[in-house]
């Protein structure tokens, strides 16, 4: 069975701060790896979605890379800002009916 | 377009009761997905469905039933509600066999007392 862990729950920085949020996953047969932003009383948005085949990609200040044979994932954020507050999820694609497992979530958040 | 909608926002139910949490894309996507969150949990999928017609169960599913007739709607019913059904609901989906990125709708807040 699939498991996604997001460790810590929770972090604090100081504005400006380039920081990276980890996932990690048990089983590396998967078909993508998403990251994903929700605000407090809010749906999720898709920031960054990896394929299988690909190593990393880039959206604005955010990049996001997979190592798929240890079976992890970091979300890279540049030059952080309070805006940038929020729960990251981590979720993967695997089996054979490809079924998304989600990690608990990091809760971030970025003082003036 | 509106993407992924979903109604109600809020719901208060008592034990025992039904009703159906609507989601509807317009999006075309095949892949919808209904996912519920609770504190400490995450997001646990409880249905979804690859196309309308078919449909499957997820993680959870006990206590839901869903139905597809149509592509664009995959409603969620309980049909005999429980306070362990106190959650937030949300529906996803995705344009191909679920392997793109997934949409979210905005989430539907249930209580049941």
């Known amino acids: 069975k699939q498991e996604v862990t997001q460790i810590p729950a929770a972090l604090s920085v100081p504005e400006g701060e380039n920081l990276v949020l980890n996932c990690s996953f048990t089983?590396?047969?998967?078909?993508?790896l998403q990251w994903f932003r929700q605000d407090p009383g809010k749906g999720l948005t898709s920031l960054l979605l990896?394929?299988?085949?690909?190593r990393e990609q880039t959206s604005g200040r955010l990049n996001a890379s997979l190592d798929k044979s240890s079976g992890r994932s970091t979300l890279y954020i540049a030059a952080s800002q309070p805006g940038d507050s929020a729960t990251y999820l981590c979720?993967?694609?695997?089996?054979?009916?490809?079924?998304?497992?989600f990690g608990k979530g990091i809760t971030l958040s970025v003082r003036p | 377009n509106a993407g992924v909608t979903q109604t109600p926002k809020f719901q208060v139910l008592k034990t025992g009761q039904s009703m159906t949490l609507q989601c509807a894309q317009d999006?075309?996507?095949?892949?919808m997905s209904w996912y519920r969150q609770d504190p400490g949990m995450g997001l646990r999928l409880i249905h979804y469905?690859?196309?309308?017609?078919?449909?499957d169960q997820g993680e959870v599913p006990n206590g839901y039933n869903v139905s597809r007739s149509t592509t664009e709607d995959f409603p969620l019913r309980l049909l005999s509600a429980a306070p362990s059904q106190t959650s937030v609901y949300f529906c996803?989906?995705?344009?191909?066999?679920?392997?793109?990125?997934?949409?979210f709708g905005p989430g539907t807040r249930l209580t049941v007392l």
């Open positions: 996803a989906t995705s344009s191909t066999g679920g392997t793109d990125t997934q949409y």
């Open positions: 089983d590396s047969a998967i078909y993508n």
């Open positions: 990896i394929q299988s085949s690909q």
């Open positions: 979720a993967v694609m695997s089996g054979a009916n490809s079924k998304l497992t």
């Open positions: 999006m075309n996507h095949e892949y």
């Open positions: 469905s690859v196309g309308a017609g078919i449909t």
